[in-house]
């Protein structure tokens, strides 16, 4: 099924964007001829997203699709690109580490989209493209000619993923989205810190990252609608929903029994134990999700009697009774190391672990084991090591990841291999200050 795009027509868009299809050809062609090795392409080879976002959701969403196979074409502003690459110290040589992280595995093309020739370019691209994500305030981009309804008109085939602070419409719509605004606004800050403490905010920018995953999996939602029908969509990601979404059994416990979120530092509401504890040298996490690990756990710590009071038989009267219950835990668990109350607790069944920073954590032989140290070559800065992804496939893999791009690095190759720009032509929008 070809998709008709204004003036321009892409060949035949739809099998190109359809892994899907891919996939059933080549099961058919290797059940016809008995193969049983199957090799097959990254889940999204054949994608092109346009990335047009910036700072941490919508990098974050297109460098995960970038992962699966998706060729990502990260459009920057000329001379300063994306806002992350001066977020620091840190720095490796002239990038800085936050910009590392979240884009690997695309291309930057600086086009100045205050410029009509920029609006041009960002067009050409859109009609080759099956995903566009973007990450300006609602309304923005429609002023250049460059939001959904200008460009699903042309372009009926393209996939729109816009990821903002508040959605499209309503009172806020028109504010800027900042991860610890929407934390503070949805709830999370209200129940994360100390008991007798401040609100806190989460140690990375979870809401954003959350958001992003959120729009990954739009994303891929809408390539499937669109093999079924041939037509794009449009998606509304954003922040502040993502946080409400994600209070879970907090949202819960409010709307359905009136019970008003507290903070309870490393704790659980509705669960005890299930926190961190102090031992002689830090901290030990303990999680006693049932009756028969409370026993257990107390029988490994030497006083089984305790899972035996009727004040704590079971976790309804432990959640009643936490304040003497953690009292008389706390003083036993500072009576050991953590490494000693790990030794105790392996191979027990109980959930359980220690709090690591930084350099805990990636010396950890399990996160070794998964690969989540992930070390890319780098045009300039010699190795670039960043986390790798968290899901392995068995079937088909994460691609060969390349580096985070230099500020328009792809520009030339893009235009001339997607749009068929002569050097020539190139040169003369730098010239225009269009490209940089």
């Not at 606004?185 to 995953?213: F, N, Q, R, W, Y």
């Not at 009292?327 to 690591?356: H, R």
């Not at 190795?383 to 690095?409: I, W």
Request: aromatic share 8%.
């Amino acid at each position: 099924m070809a998709c008709q795009m204004g003036s321009t027509v892409v060949t035949n868009v739809f099998q190109r964007c359809n892994p899907l299809v891919k996939c059933l050809q080549y099961s058919r062609a290797a059940s016809s001829s008995g193969m049983n090795t199957r090799t097959y392409e990254a889940a999204l080879s054949g994608i092109r997203v346009l990335d047009l976002t910036r700072i941490l959701a919508g990098p974050y969403c297109t460098m995960l699709l970038g992962d699966l196979g998706a060729e990502v074409i990260k459009i920057e502003r000329p001379g300063a690109g994306d806002d992350t690459r001066t977020w620091g110290p840190p720095f490796i040589g002239s990038e800085s580490c936050y910009y590392l992280c979240v884009n690997r595995n695309k291309k930057s093309v600086t086009v100045n989209l205050k410029k009509p020739e920029g609006i041009k370019i960002i067009k050409k691209l859109a009609s080759v493209s099956d995903v566009l994500v973007e990450n300006y305030i609602p309304g923005k981009l429609s002023e250049m000619g460059l939001g959904y309804p200008e460009l699903s008109a042309e372009f009926p085939h393209l996939i729109y993923c816009s990821i903002t602070g508040y959605g499209q419409t309503g009172g806020y719509a028109s504010r800027a989205g900042y991860d610890v605004i929407a934390s503070g606004m949805g709830g999370l800050m209200h129940i994360t810190g100390p008991p007798d403490g401040e609100p806190c905010k989460v140690g990375v920018a979870i809401t954003d990252l959350s958001t992003g995953l959120y729009a990954v999996n739009a994303i891929m939602a809408s390539i499937f609608v669109r093999q079924r029908t041939g037509k794009g969509q449009h998606i509304d990601c954003n922040l502040l929903s993502t946080n409400v979404a994600s209070l879970v059994n907090i949202a819960s416990n409010y709307l359905n029994a009136g019970e008003e979120g507290s903070r309870f530092g490393t704790a659980h509401t509705s669960i005890v134990p299930y926190q961190a504890f102090k031992t002689k040298d830090g901290y030990v996490i303990i999680g006693a999700g049932n009756d028969l690990q409370f026993g257990l756990l107390t029988k490994l710590m030497g006083c089984p009697d305790v899972s035996k009071d009727e004040r704590y038989l079971t976790n309804k009267f432990r959640v009643k009774n936490r304040v003497s219950l953690l009292a008389f835990l706390d003083k036993i668990f500072e009576t050991k190391s953590t490494s000693e109350w790990l030794d105790v607790l392996e191979g027990s069944g109980i959930p359980y672990g220690p709090i690591n920073n930084m350099k805990d954590v990636f010396s950890n032989s399990q996160v070794q084991h998964n690969g989540m140290i992930q070390e890319i070559p780098h045009p300039s800065l010699g190795t670039v090591r960043v986390p790798g992804p968290a899901v392995r496939y068995s079937e088909v893999p994460t691609v060969q990841p390349t580096p985070p791009p230099l500020l328009g690095e792809h520009t030339g190759d893009v235009l001339a291999s997607l749009l068929g720009y002569s050097p020539t032509r190139v040169q003369q929008l730098r010239e225009a200050k269009v490209l940089s």
